[in-house]
């Protein structure tokens, strides 16, 4: 994975780790159940973006790396299966 990527996917996972750590805190706290669903979302959302970085980090350099060698046919299945994961609804 390239730098960038890297550093932005390091970023959204470590304030993902700060909101859950407050949405735990939350819980204890006995808060809104609203509030804490949406506290959750936002997570989710942040992690959503860190794997969409992690993503573009690997086609960018292990997919455009094993296509270069003529080896990217299972590379491109594994974003396949990743797209189609991610089409489905949670």
């Known amino acids: 994975m390239d730098a960038k990527a ?3 996917a390091a970023h ?3 304030t993902a780790r700060g909101q859950i750590d407050g ?3 939350m819980l204890d706290e006995n808060r809104y159940c609203i509030d804490v669903s949406k506290q ?11 794997n969409l970085e992690v993503l573009k980090g690997h086609i960018k350099t292990c997919v455009a ?16 299966g990743i797209i189609d994961t991610y089409a489905k609804p949670v």
Do not use: C, T, Y
């Open 6 to 8: 890297h550093s932005e």
């Open 23 to 25: 949405i735990i805190k």
């Open 40 to 50: 959750i979302l936002s997570a989710m959302s942040l992690l959503r973006k860190a």
């Open 65 to 80: 790396d094993a296509v270069n060698k003529g080896e990217g046919e299972e590379k491109i299945e594994e974003i396949f």
């Open 12 to 14: 959204q996972l470590k």
